[in-house]
């Protein structure tokens, strides 16, 4: 396959663009109705089992489980002070913990990811209020930020500008990266950065943008199942991602019913 002038990306055909759109669907639908599923007292492991179902049920491939990846399971489920990559346990959900799901499917051979945090058991209030919102606030100030070609530091400007807004800590070594015929590709995507630095993006690429932030210290520790990345002061964290296609004009979120 071979990349197009101004993109490190190997070009989409129209029929691979069309089925990253579905798998989009298919996860947005999943990931929807997991934030109504889990409940107090439900397990990680019990979550992650009811989303296997749902993939399969879909049509789709869960996958973190393919040679790929060889993740443990078919989610990644991060709670509290865990950032991302966390294997589900059979830790029970308890009220007011922060849970971050993150979900890679893939559907006729194209990979999309997606991922959001939420409260488990009540509204979000407080310090998790404001965590939770200005990393969702970060993540679609990047997407705002592609108005058709653009540079990876336009995006990453734009997530650290929310962020810095929300004094929140921000997750510098983990990036956003592009998606498409394997799950991770060229660029990064770093969640901060100087407008017009950069990886150009044009017209048929796709990325996936996922600020990472916490109400603490920006520092990472890797947790002994050499998969869990937490914070390394305990602090809480949130996550939020979708997979966005680069337009002429504009940006199209993928991963959004």
């Known amino acids: 396959m071979q990349a197009r002038l101004g993109s490190t990306q190997p070009r989409k055909t129209s029929a691979q663009i069309d089925a990253m759109r579905k798998g989009g669907k298919i996860l947005a639908s999943i990931l929807d109705e997991l934030k109504n599923y889990v409940t107090v007292g439900m397990s990680e492991i019990e979550a992650a089992d009811w989303v296997e179902k749902e993939i399969k049920k879909s049509g789709a491939v869960a996958t973190y489980l393919t040679d790929e990846v060889n993740f443990p399971s078919v989610i990644c489920i991060s709670t509290n002070d865990e950032i991302v990559h ?15 799901f993150d979900l890679v499917i893939t559907y006729k051979g194209m990979k999309v990811d997606s991922a959001f ?45 929310v962020l810095n807004v929300g004094k929140l800590g921000i997750i510098r070594e983990l990036v956003g990266h592009g998606i498409g015929q394997t799950m991770q590709m060229s660029p990064e995507i770093p969640n901060y950065g100087h407008k017009g630095t950069g990886v150009l993006l044009v017209s048929g690429d796709t990325v ?18 050499d998969w869990t990345i937490s914070t390394r002061d305990g602090s809480l964290a949130a996550h939020f991602e979708h997979t966005v296609l680069i337009t002429d004009d504009g940006v199209e979120i993928l991963t959004k019913l």
């Open 86 to 100: 966390s294997v589900p346990s059979s830790y029970r959900f308890e009220k007011g913990d922060v849970v971050s």
């Open 117 to 161: 945090t939420m409260v488990v058991g009540e509204e979000p209030k407080g310090a998790k209020k404001h965590l939770l919102n200005y990393t969702q606030r970060s993540l679609y100030a990047g997407i705002d930020a592609i108005k058709g070609p653009v540079h990876t530091g336009d995006i990453g400007s734009a997530v650290e500008a």
């Open 208 to 225: 996936a943008i996922e600020p990472m932030a916490t109400l603490g210290g920006e520092a990472i520790k890797t947790d002994g199942d």
